[in-house]
């Protein structure tokens, strides 16, 4: 797609084909555009994404960090353009116009998952180097995950030794 505009259009007749109710909220830059919304299309102008969001199934997005509101949110997102959550397993990938239809459906059946949460958790350990410290106990200031509160995500805490 050229723009979110262009997606809006595409997606607004899979959501005709297929019964969905689509909430489209423009970038907030590009409000003031004013362009011919689809008849079966909900405009919100102004709101809190993070309200839109939890009152939203999916959450699609072309290249906004939406993603990352919707993932912290634990909703389930589907990514047609990329940024950094691109192959990260924390969300779903439609990156072919072809497989939009039954990503977002497969998005809508399973929702967030555990293992996309897993996974999310991941990059944000990775984008944030996030680091369990320990020395063994010699200093005040330690940051990370305690060894008793990594449970199912141990395997995934990178640790660095000073």
Same mark, same amino acid.
């Given at each position: 797609?050229?723009?979110?505009?262009?997606?809006?259009?595409?997606?607004?007749?899979?959501?005709?084909?297929?019964?969905?109710?689509?909430?489209?909220?423009?970038?907030?830059?590009?409000?003031?555009?004013?362009?011919?919304?689809?008849?079966?299309?909900?405009?919100?102008?102004?709101?809190?994404?993070?309200?839109?969001?939890?009152?939203?199934? #999916?959450? #699609?997005?072309?290249?906004?960090? #939406?993603?990352?509101?919707?993932?912290?949110?634990?909703?389930?997102?589907?990514?047609?353009?990329?940024?950094?959550?691109?192959?990260?397993?924390?969300?779903?990938?439609?990156?072919?116009?072809?497989?939009?239809?039954?990503?977002? =459906?497969?998005?809508? #059946?399973?929702?967030?998952?555990?293992?996309?949460?897993?996974?999310?958790?991941?990059?944000?350990?990775?984008?944030?180097?996030?680091?369990?410290?320990?020395?063994?106990?010699?200093?005040?200031?330690?940051?990370?995950?305690?060894?008793?509160?990594?449970? =199912?995500?141990?395997?995934?805490?990178?640790?660095?030794?000073?």
């Amino acid at each position: 797609f050229n723009s979110s505009y262009d997606a809006l259009q595409y997606l607004s007749i899979l959501a005709k084909k297929k019964d969905w109710n689509l909430i489209y909220k423009p970038h907030p830059l590009c409000i003031s555009e004013e362009k011919e919304i689809p008849d079966n299309v909900i405009l919100v102008k102004n709101c809190d994404i993070n309200e839109l969001i939890d009152i939203s199934d #999916v959450t #699609v997005t072309i290249l906004s960090q #939406v993603g990352y509101v919707s993932t912290i949110r634990k909703k389930a997102t589907v990514m047609l353009g990329y940024i950094q959550l691109k192959g990260k397993g924390c969300c779903y990938e439609a990156f072919e116009k072809e497989n939009i239809d039954n990503v977002i =459906e497969k998005a809508i #059946v399973e929702g967030f998952t555990k293992e996309q949460e897993k996974q999310f958790l991941k990059h944000i350990a990775q984008m944030t180097k996030y680091y369990l410290y320990d020395n063994g106990g010699q200093q005040e200031l330690h940051f990370g995950r305690s060894l008793e509160n990594l449970g =199912e995500y141990e395997d995934e805490v990178y640790y660095m030794g000073i």
